[in-house]
């Protein structure tokens, strides 16, 4: 099972917004609403943003929102704000023997 | 929300076993699937395994012959043990607690290094 899809980088300006895309196959994005977002900064544990596609936990910005279309899901981040510099990985429930799948990770870069 | 706590050596040497345990605490063991994460430095996160409370325990088909994960709930830890190591599992490890398909609570991670 290959890893989800991931740009390597993403820069943006303050206030502006951004869009994330994570890429996997009918076996795990597209076959599943179990995909996940994490958002890790330097030395830190990921943190989990967005669940189920769209659903945020309780404490999470409502700048972050997620959604998928077909084998691909997306994390958009709104008002863009230089503590949301960040590595963000997205996760993707496999099923069958793979269970779970990470993206390749894509660093935010707050210009 | 649960706490977690890695704890374990910070060096194996290669094709020794690397043993690593989770205490867990603030959240009731039948509500989430226990689970190992891990990081190589400067790279992404891989899907280790994890274990329900029933016992029943699901791998990564690439390291799940040297993968098992145990749970004991006397102790509220669980543990990872994987074999015969080389330098590529070399990682940070992380233990982690998911209710549904989503890793809620994370431990702050623990490096081990695979060197002679």
């Known amino acids: 099972q290959s890893a989800l899809t991931q740009p390597a980088s993403v820069s943006e300006s303050p206030g502006q917004s951004i869009t994330i895309s994570c890429t996997g196959t009918?076996?795990?994005?597209?076959?599943?609403?179990?995909v996940s977002w994490y958002q890790q900064t330097p030395g830190k544990a990921p943190k989990l943003t967005i669940y189920?596609?769209?659903k945020r936990p309780s404490g999470v910005s409502d700048r972050f929102s997620g959604s998928k279309s077909g084998n691909t899901a997306s994390l958009t981040i709104s008002g863009l704000q230089a503590e949301d510099e960040a590595d963000y990985y997205c996760c993707s429930y496999a099923g069958g023997n793979i269970f779970y799948v990470f993206g390749t990770g894509t660093k935010v870069t707050v210009l | 929300q649960v706490q977690l706590q890695e704890s374990g050596p910070g060096l194996v040497k290669p094709s020794e076993t690397l043993s690593l345990t989770c205490a867990f605490s603030?959240?009731?063991?039948?509500?989430?699937?226990w689970t190992w994460i891990r990081q190589p430095p400067g790279k992404g996160l891989e899907w280790i395994g994890y274990?329900?409370?029933?016992?029943?325990?699901n791998y990564n088909p690439t390291l799940k012959s040297r993968v098992t994960i145990s749970l004991d709930s006397s102790k509220l830890q669980f543990s990872l043990k994987l074999s015969s190591v080389t330098a590529a599992d070399t990682a940070v490890y992380y233990c982690?607690?998911?209710?549904?398909?989503?890793?809620?609570?994370w431990g702050q991670g623990t490096l081990v290094t695979v060197s002679s």
């Open positions: 603030g959240g009731s063991i039948s509500s989430y699937y």
């Open positions: 189920d596609v769209n």
């Open positions: 009918s076996s795990d994005v597209g076959g599943h609403n179990s």
């Open positions: 274990i329900y409370y029933s016992g029943t325990t």
């Open positions: 982690a607690s998911n209710p549904g398909a989503s890793f809620n609570s």
